[in-house]
């Protein structure tokens, strides 16, 4: 028994002077091991006690538990420690320097077509318009036929586009892709899939075969239609003055419709803004000059029957616009292929800055 209290002394001390010794957490399982693992040395000493005597294995066995608890104590305490010391490491090499300045990196711009269809949403959107989609790879029906072109009508001509082979799945009209012309397209989808009253803009690309300062193969428009019991030419009157006035921060803003001819629109108007041209530059507002933005008119009853509205109960107005052209005249870009030259420069110049961006409420 002496011999065993000497032994389990000797123990603790060596393993007391080896777990404070251990550095990391590896090595202090092999000593964790190497006492109470399946073949440790106090794990040894608790199998001999079978071969001792009862009384001086109770004590011995006590004086066993007793040490493996404390080593498997001092274990876990060692643990902790070196687990702290490592997480304390890890914090003081790895700490981010906040104090570094900003790397100077590029600022993105917002661009003018997306920044003037967003402005063009929100005055709509106060007038209690919807925002609608058509696709842009429209059928011969729907760009034209249905808005009161019929087959061979000269207007047509006004439309070059790019046409697309015949879709196989398709029969007559329907199979006649092309890129849709304008966005009336969907004037047309709109009426055929939602009952009236309609109050609708619709914004997207437009395609025709043009390429001048004023004229790109690709352009953007927005289109409004308004379908209800009783609109007149009077709504449509009101609710473009008041777009106008609004778009372009003019209150007093003065306004022209000039007759004009649509197919699809009955009458048909162009509409114009004031504006001033004296010394060279544009000023948008009073002035003894105008200038056209818009087609518009009311909708011809001959595209309210296509669509399956009784002209004699519905009536409404259409109008549509070009998105470069009223951003043009707006932020005073001089010219629409620049638009999408994507010239990082230009951007920079005629783009928005993100996070300050003109909107109804500061003004642009
Ligand atoms: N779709 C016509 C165009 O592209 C514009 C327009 C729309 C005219 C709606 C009247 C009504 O020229």
Known sequence: MADMTQTIAQLKTEFTGLIGAATDLRGLDDIRVAALGKNGRITGLMKTLGQLDPQIRKETGAALNVLKDEIAALIEKQERALKKQALDEKLATERADITLSVRPE?????????????????????MGFTVAEGPDIEDDFHNFTALNFPPGHPAREMHDTFYLPDDPDEKGEAAKKLLRTHTSTVQIRAMRSQKPPIRIIVMGRTYRSDYDMTHT????????????????????????????????????????FRPSFFPFTEPSAEMDIGCSREGGGLKIGAGSDWLEILGCGMVHPNVLKNCGLNPDEYQGFAFGMGVERIAMLKYGI???????????????????????????ATGG
């Not at 009101?238 to 778009?247: K, P």
């Open 106 to 126: 590029r600022k993105g711009h917002i661009h003018p077509i997306s920044q003037t269809m967003e402005e063009l949403t929100s005055i709509f959107a106060d």
């Open 217 to 256: 193969p690709m352009f953007h428009q927005i289109e409004g239609l308004v379908i209800d019991r009783n609109t007149h030419m009077g709504h449509l009157k009101g609710c473009l003055m008041d777009f106008a006035r609004s778009y372009f921060e003019v209150n007093d803003l003065p306004v022209r």
């Open 334 to 360: 001089p010219d629409l292929r620049t638009f999408f030259e994507s010239d990082v420069r230009w951007l920079d110049h005629y783009g928005f800055d993100p996070l300050n961006r003109p909107n109804r």
